[in-house]
């Protein structure tokens, strides 16, 4: 459906005396400012593991606290997302409508859970407001490279992050 035109950034940091490789979207000049805040961090790369090309589903670990934003953030701009609206449209009456990760090979064929993103609620032909279910089994990261999101969405999540990242400073 579309290539993955975000970058991650590894970062290399001290979690106590151990070096440890964080991997952020946010640029390197936004990090260089303002640091990393809890919610702009993806995810770590297992300790050993020291740069992109070495980014594998078994080398990476979730970060609990991007995937709890990352949801909040699609909950709370779902509704911008012009193609979720045209399917709750073509759902016609009363059903869900998944929000697909762009990067699997076949969004009309049979999807796998990993790239299920979440859900949400239609009735009448219109997405239901705070009717968002997250799916658990998503996974940021799998053999199909990073997440990705519908380009709406995609740039509520930069901007919100970038926002939380300064703000995170600020305080």
């Known amino acids: 459906m579309g290539t993955d035109k975000r970058s991650f950034f590894v970062y290399e940091v001290?979690?106590?005396?151990?070096?440890r490789h964080l991997v952020s979207p946010l640029e390197p000049d936004d990090v260089a400012e303002h640091g990393l805040a809890a919610e702009s961090v993806v995810g770590l790369l297992a300790v050993g593991v020291d740069g992109p090309g070495a980014m594998q589903p078994d080398h990476f670990e979730e970060n609990p606290a991007f995937v709890r934003f990352l949801h909040e953030t699609i909950a709370d701009d779902i509704f911008v997302v012009?193609?979720?609206?045209?399917?709750?449209?073509?759902?016609?009456?009363?059903?869900?409508?998944?929000v697909l990760d762009a990067r699997t090979?076949?969004?009309?064929?049979?999807?796998p859970s990993h790239d299920v993103i979440g859900s949400v609620e239609v009735r009448d032909g219109v997405l239901v407001p705070m009717s968002y279910r997250p799916n658990e089994a998503h996974r940021l990261l799998t053999?199909?490279?990073?997440?990705?999101?519908?380009?709406?969405?995609?740039?509520?999540?930069?901007?919100?992050?970038?926002?939380?990242n300064r703000h995170e400073l600020d305080t």
């Open 143 to 164: 053999e199909e490279g990073f997440f990705q999101l519908p380009e709406e969405l995609e740039m509520a999540l930069l901007k919100r992050l970038r926002l939380a």
């Open 82 to 98: 012009h193609g979720l609206r045209e399917q709750a449209a073509l759902v016609g009456g009363h059903g869900w409508v998944d």
């Open 105 to 111: 090979p076949d969004l009309t064929g049979d999807v």
């Open 14 to 19: 001290y979690v106590g005396s151990v070096l």
